[in-house]
């Protein structure tokens, strides 16, 4: 089982931007995917952002393209969010996920490992 661990949180003014970390251990980072995602209060955890580990290949939710940049470092295993142009509905806690699979799924049902998320407030 992979071990997630996320980092980066805090509160930010809308606008601003900031940067999420997610360091993997625990596994082979190869034929995997990677993702963000959030949860807000009182509502259910969403899909953010994928990345697949060997392909580079990304996916985002229409929330948040052209606004969030998903990357990776292959040297660290780490996964990156890259979060501009903030806005108060972004609040949410931020979870990082992976599964052994190739394909970027967006369901939570298509990850079976999961961070214990970083909580991002964006003030008005």
């Known amino acids: 089982q992979v071990q997630l661990v996320e980092s980066g949180g805090g509160l930010v003014q809308a606008g601003d931007s900031l940067e999420l970390s997610c360091a993997a251990s625990?596994?082979?980072?190869?034929?995997?995917?990677m993702g963000w995602f959030r949860q807000a209060p009182g509502k259910e955890r969403e899909f953010v952002a994928g990345i697949g580990w060997n392909d580079g290949r990304t996916v985002y939710a229409d929330s948040v393209k052209d606004r969030f940049i998903i990357s990776k470092k292959d040297a660290t295993n780490s996964l990156y969010l890259q979060m501009s142009s903030l806005k108060p509905e972004d609040t949410a806690v931020y979870y990082c996920a992976a599964d052994r699979r190739t394909n970027v799924g967006q369901s939570e049902l298509d990850y079976a490992s999961w961070g214990q998320g970083t909580l991002v407030t964006v003030s008005s």
């Open positions: 625990g596994w082979a980072v190869y034929n995997i995917v």
